[in-house]
């Protein structure tokens, strides 16, 4: 059987046709949202992973899971507000639900342990900025930028579009500083990994910040790799 994948696709066109391999290469360290052009390849071989085996179980995955991708999948095909309105459902949701929840235990283990894990205080001062920066972004993607976007699908002009692509370069510079967050977080938590005498709290908070991580992954890929293409080219 032919291969879906070969070491010379973009990284992004991965996840798109496959968006369980967002997880996979997540757990490999592997960008797919900042370095969404770089040939899958090229990024496995940068991590020092062994590539047949890796573009093996991409493509494993991609035919395990082929039926029930083509609902996941559908977005190249799909209409811009459609796309929209599931970041906004999907991804925009979640983070208005978990970040408050988030706050208040990454304070109480900072409250709690920073005696003897020094690093929580970089953890807590970490998360507390990430926070602000998301609930900001995401209001003005819902109350700024979205709109245009739509208003401009429904009436294309060229004055709309030099507007949209100004915001849009603001929203990427936005999206690389949360990366970044993303990974000085993992440093400082140890791959979310809890210490040995960690609570309960504890532990449940480090599971819900790579879950945090995995969301924002998949839900910033949608925006970069999916539907700005879709708008501005
Ligand atoms: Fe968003
Ligand atoms: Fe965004």
Redesign the pocket.
């Known amino acids: 059987m032919k291969s879906v994948f070969d070491p010379t696709v973009e990284t992004r066109k991965v996840v798109m046709k496959c968006p369980r391999a967002g997880d996979l290469l997540k757990n490999y360290r592997i960008d797919y949202v900042q370095n969404g052009s770089k040939p899958i390849g090229e990024a496995i071989n940068e991590r020092s992973l062994n590539s047949i085996d890796v573009m093996n179980e991409l493509n494993t995955l991609y035919e395990k899971n082929r039926d029930n991708q083509r609902g996941m999948t559908k977005w190249e095909k799909q209409k811009v507000n459609a796309l929209i309105q599931y970041i906004i459902d999907a991804h925009h949701s979640y983070l208005y639900m978990v970040l408050p929840k988030l706050q208040s235990m990454i304070t109480t283990i900072f409250n709690k342990h920073v005696g003897t894990h020094p690093e929580l205080s970089h953890v807590h001062y970490l998360f507390s900025i990430l926070k602000i920066e998301l609930e900001q ?2 209001l003005i ?1 819902e109350e700024l930028i979205f709109p245009k976007i739509l208003a401009y699908e429904k009436k294309p002009t060229l004055n709309a579009l030099i507007d949209i692509k100004e915001f849009v370069e603001d ?1 990427k510079r ?2 690389e500083h949360i990366s970044q967050f993303l990974k000085d977080m993992r440093e400082f938590t140890n791959d979310y990994k809890a210490p040995d005498d960690a609570c309960e709290t504890y532990r449940l908070a480090y599971v819900k910040l790579d879950e945090l991580e995995s969301d924002l992954f998949q ?2 890929h949608l ?1 970069n790799n999916l539907l700005f293409p879709r708008v501005i080219g």
Do not use: C, K, R
Request: charged share 35%.
């Open positions: 972004h995401i993607e929203l936005e999206h839900h910033l925006e």
